[in-house]
């Protein structure tokens, strides 16, 4: 691991992304792939210079049949029996790949392979090929495969923390809650990220992921409930981070407090939380492996604490 936690605020990004992020922020959802794609263009160059050394990597690695059962392998150098990140992309679900970009998401593996943690970045089927619950399913198969095969890698495999972000924290939250959808959950994954995933399913007319929403989930809304991971959200012993933006798409920072007060209520004690201000949807993940280092050192703290 590295250094003890510090702080790095959003004044250490430069001036002109600073300035950007705080344009975009309160006007997010007005228009979400404009600014989506003005996010990603203001953080490429600084992922682009980020430190991307001591890390070997693996590119689609097969974990299953499907041709999207890929996964990119981020080894550290010298890695022994190293805690294993495995991280999951949005993309609404019917959207979405493991590399949004030359940098997004490589960066996250990245950062967490550079603090001597095995960094696993899946992909998975899209809708309306797979409908609920495949993406968590994918995930199962995903981490049944870590299990048997990133000792190889340098990883134990009983030391796994699975995270995903947007459609991918749907699935990861899917995966860690809805028995219903997933009659087992594996017992080497020692604790979950949830970062902006919608954890509540709906087709409000504010939307803008109503049809992708429909594609994945199916048409029927009486099922939208069943179908939700915070319906299901009453395990009161797996370790859970729960993190979301200050500027969202819509509701997913009400459906992520929503996932906190279940957990809350069956536990008797607050999960870990956090709401990342002065971040949009897309930042909350493009950030990391920058010098603006705060949520990445916060889930460091998690694996370290174990909670």
Request: aromatic share 8%; proline share 7%.
């Amino acid at each position: 691991m590295t250094e003890p936690l510090a702080r790095f605020p959003l004044d250490r990004a430069p001036e002109s992304v600073r300035k950007l992020m705080g344009e975009i922020g309160p006007v997010w959802g007005t228009n979400i792939p404009k600014h989506r794609d003005m996010t990603l263009a203001a953080y490429g160059p600084l992922l682009a210079r980020a430190p991307k050394d001591g890390v070997k990597v693996t590119r689609d690695v097969a974990y299953g049949t499907h041709p999207r059962h890929v996964v990119d392998v981020f080894q550290p150098d010298a890695a022994r029996n190293a805690p294993v990140m495995i991280f999951v992309h949005g993309g609404a679900f019917v959207r979405g790949d493991k590399r949004v970009s030359d940098e997004v998401y490589d960066n996250v593996l990245y950062y967490f392979a550079r603090q001597g943690i095995v960094g696993l970045n899946i992909e998975y089927r899209l809708a309306p090929e797979s409908r609920h619950p495949g993406g968590a399913r994918d995930l199962a198969d995903a981490v049944a495969w870590t299990e048997r095969e990133v000792g190889r890698y340098g990883g134990d495999p009983t030391r796994i923390y699975v995270m995903g972000h947007s459609a991918g924290g749907t699935h990861v939250a899917t995966w860690a809650f809805d028995r219903t959808a997933i009659p087992e959950r594996s017992k080497s994954v020692a604790g979950v990220i949830i970062a902006s995933g919608r954890v509540r399913v709906d087709v409000h007319p504010d939307n803008p992921n109503a049809d992708a929403v429909r594609a994945y989930f199916g048409a029927d809304a009486s099922l939208y409930d069943a179908h939700s991971p915070v319906t299901h959200a009453n395990d009161p012993n797996l370790p859970v981070f729960i993190v979301i933006a200050e500027f969202e798409n819509p509701y997913l920072d009400v459906y992520g407090a929503e996932l906190l007060h279940n957990l809350s209520r069956v536990r008797k004690r607050a999960p870990r939380f956090m709401r990342l201000t002065r971040h949009n949807h897309i930042s909350l993940m493009a950030h990391i492996n920058t010098e603006e280092d705060i949520l990445g050192r916060e889930i460091l703290d998690f694996i370290e604490q174990g909670r």
